[in-house]
């Protein structure tokens, strides 16, 4: 097998690309990626809480358990959800096909889907498509697999960290897809994040673990959950350090890599909201506990009348008062203190009259909606984005 590095000085030592074109759902577009590591990485992951699981994401959550990959599949154009069986061995001859031809065991191809749910996928079309993803190693970069990816996203979503593991440069790098069906625990979305930084296999999945829950695991578009969606991180320890546990001097500062990539990929899903005209940051703080903060923050985030009121520029406060009354979480509404940015809007549970600075800070692109509930010392951020006639349009249409 012919393979040559990527030219992107921003994607880690050791990783491969191809993309192609199945015309899975629709031609004219690469809708079928591989990811390979020239050697056997440590892996972690992380998966829809759905019941309704993809076949994809029950064949890797089976493999996940050994913590060890080499490479990732993926297809756009249809999500292998509510297949049946068929599903399930059409997933497995994809992963087989794939491992034959890279000369690999089976345990170490992963395959993520993402798409329409319902349809059969087009084996006839994708399984002559895998000889050519596998001898084309090399010939795509990181960002081409953003793009195959891609189903309703409007960009592709990509951003790396530089970071200095015991005097060496490493690199950590990752890409992501997801515009709607996005809401916790993890949206309709597929991450994959690469590294050439050696990891244990233990610390890698706290590492995910815990970047996840503070980006993808607080964010909301719509307040759907989809069937699909799977975060990947594979640490190929090309970069020559010796591996990283949870008690290494580096770790932390691996950690923080990866909160800041995952945290800046989550921001690109919810810019690219489908139909969304505005990025909201919706900060709940000196709550009681973390999980009251989070949820008040999600409450607001999913309250299809705070996001419309976003969209027509309108400083209703009132929505975000009732929001946090019925999230269940415990506060004394007359303590509370609900800010547009800087322009506080609400003192002390009443309003503040400032509605019409409010008014001005609501055309801004981005978006801070502040919540102080003076109940305790915790404090939560969701990001989510506006509700506009185009969601619509793009939903209705999905499948035509």
């Not at 390979?36 to 358990?65: D, H, W, Y």
């Not at 593991?165 to 994040?193: E, V």
């Not at 690469?194 to 999945?205: E, R």
């Not at 506990?289 to 923050?297: F, L, T, W």
Request: aromatic share 4%.
């Amino acid at each position: 097998m012919h393979m040559k590095e990527s030219p992107d000085k921003k994607t880690p030592q050791g990783f491969f690309f191809s993309a192609a074109e199945a015309a899975i759902k629709k031609p004219g577009r690469n809708d079928m990626a591989l990811i390979f590591s020239e050697v056997e990485s440590a892996i972690a992951g992380t998966f829809t809480t759905n019941t309704v699981k993809a076949a994809p994401v029950r064949l890797c959550m089976q493999k996940i358990a050994s913590g060890r990959g080499q490479a990732i599949l993926v297809n756009s154009g249809n999500a292998n959800a509510c297949t049946g069986k068929q599903g399930m061995k059409d997933a497995r001859d994809m992963v087989s096909g794939a491992s034959k031809q890279l000369g690999i065991g089976i345990g170490l191809t992963y395959i993520c889907s993402t798409g329409v749910i319902g349809t059969p996928m087009p084996m006839q079309r994708v399984l002559p498509m895998i000889g050519p993803l596998t001898g084309g190693l090399g010939n795509a970069s990181f960002e081409d697999i953003a793009r195959a990816i891609m189903t309703t996203d409007t960009f592709p979503k990509i951003t790396s960290r530089q970071i200095k593991i015991q005097g060496k440069q490493g690199t950590i790098a990752g890409i992501c897809k997801g515009a709607g069906m996005i809401a916790p625990n993890m949206a309709t979305m597929l991450c994959f994040i690469l590294t050439d930084i050696a990891v244990g296999k233990k610390a890698l999945h706290a590492a995910l673990k815990s970047a996840v829950g503070k980006s993808f695991n607080r964010i909301t578009i719509d307040g759907d959950m989809s069937t699909n969606d799977t975060a990947l991180i594979m640490a190929n320890g090309v970069l020559g350090n010796s591996q990283l546990t949870a008690k290494s001097a580096d770790f932390p500062a691996f950690q923080k890599a990866l909160d800041e990539l995952t945290y800046e990929l989550s921001q690109l899903i919810v810019k690219d909201g489908e139909g969304a005209t505005k990025l909201i940051e919706v900060i709940v703080k000196n709550a009681k506990s973390e999980r009251d903060a989070e949820k008040a923050a999600l409450t607001i985030a999913n309250s299809s009348l705070v996001k419309t009121a976003i969209y027509g520029n309108d400083a209703n406060w009132g929505r975000i008062m009732a929001a946090v009354g019925y999230s269940g979480v415990s506060f004394n509404p007359e303590k509370t203190d609900v800010c547009f940015n800087k322009v506080k809007v609400v003192k002390s549970g009443v309003m503040n009259n400032k509605d019409k600075e409010a008014t001005e800070e609501m055309k801004k692109k981005e978006l801070k909606i502040i919540v102080d509930l003076h109940a305790g010392k915790a404090s939560a951020k969701v990001l989510t984005c506006d509700l506009t006639e185009d969601y619509i349009r793009i939903n209705a249409e999905y499948r035509t």
